[in-house]
């Protein structure tokens, strides 16, 4: 990954894009586009396109979201403490203490933090208990007056935690799926500027509201109508402490991008991606998905008459906290394993393009 590309991903990561409010990220990911390809667009949805013509108007159509979860101000108590509902799934346990950034309509950001009762002032039996994000609250340290005056329901909020490179390991929230949404615009990038043979037109799509029912995805594929759909995001790592490999499989970081398989899959979608894993000495490992993966590949496969559907995920630590994990070679080889796919002389006879 060269130095732009990186400087591209850390300023993504740092934009807040909660399902519903991902217009900014989209903004800096179609900038981004716009510099290798003159045919970047938004829909009405708020996804964003960009294509690369190939010698056919059949389309492979590659998406990662751009959304991440987040938080909505639903209530400002008289005394201006914050409380709020989840913006997709969060695991309540981790929110007391963490640092939020809170973005208004005027275009503030104010920075608050997320209160809970001491455990001191709690009951022996209120201690037993899982924490419930109603009986939590933020906090942004001013006056009721500065409070009332300045947030408003309806604003949004993400945990205040910024990207950070440990050697070959990135660190940041929203991983689940900027990462996704990055490894789809290099691919085109690359496709574009190495001057790559493509037999379909590539479209890169930034995918809005997949954390609240994979939403974007569906409404661009329909728009797009691509031959091939393949969906790039996260997927669970499971080489850390308390996960189950015999129910999630065994998926560890730096050990290749996952390529799953099952009936969201297309059988030959997936023979595709290993063949051409195996030709280009890329590393790869593989995760069964025995029904729809609660991924943009499910929207994708079940659009208009059917979409030949695959998926490649990065490993992914924590996923659904402040500090998702991921290994940077793990992304590099997922851009050049769906690269190498779409250049493929054997798409052309499997799906006679």
Request: with cysteine.
């Amino acid at each position: 990954m060269d130095n732009s590309s990186k400087k591209f991903l850390e300023n993504l990561l740092r934009i807040a894009s909660p399902s519903g409010f991902e217009q900014e990220a989209v903004e800096l990911w179609k900038n981004e586009a716009k510099i290798f390809t003159q045919s970047v667009q938004s829909d009405i949805h708020g996804n964003a396109i960009a294509k690369v013509v190939g010698r056919t108007d059949k389309i492979i159509m590659l998406a990662g979201h751009i959304d991440e979860i987040g938080f909505m101000v639903s209530y400002i108590d008289p005394e201006g403490y914050l409380y709020f509902n989840p913006i997709g799934g969060w695991d309540a346990q981790i929110l007391p203490g963490q640092r939020v950034k809170i973005y208004t309509k005027d275009g503030q950001i104010i920075k608050g933090v997320i209160g809970r009762a001491p455990i001191h002032c709690l009951s022996s039996e209120a201690r037993k208990q899982p924490v419930r994000i109603e009986d939590l609250w933020v906090d942004i340290g001013q006056s009721k007056e500065y409070v009332h005056k300045n947030i408003s329901v309806g604003d949004y909020a993400v945990i205040d935690y910024e990207p950070e490179f440990w050697g070959d390991v990135l660190v940041s929230r929203g991983l689940d799926d900027k990462i996704g949404a990055f490894v789809a615009l290099e691919v085109l990038k690359r496709v574009k500027i190495f001057q790559h043979s493509t037999d379909a037109t590539i479209c890169a799509v930034a995918t809005v509201q997949e954390e609240i029912g994979l939403r974007g995805a569906r409404t661009a594929a329909y728009h797009l109508n691509p031959l091939i759909g393949i969906a790039v995001d996260v997927t669970f790592s499971t080489d850390c402490p308390q996960t189950d490999k015999r129910k999630i499989g065994d998926m560890e970081l730096g050990k290749g991008p996952v390529i799953s398989v099952g009936p969201n899959i297309n059988t030959q979608i997936y023979n595709l991606l290993v063949e051409t894993a195996k030709e280009v000495n890329i590393p790869y490992q593989v995760e069964a998905a025995p029904g729809g993966t609660g991924t943009d590949a499910n929207a994708i496969q079940l659009t208009r008459s059917g979409v030949a559907t695959g998926l490649v995920s990065i490993p992914n630590r924590y996923m659904h906290s402040p500090c998702e994990m991921v290994n940077i070679h793990d992304v590099e080889n997922a851009i050049k394993l769906i690269t190498a796919f779409c250049a493929s002389k054997k798409i052309r006879k499997t799906f006679n393009l």
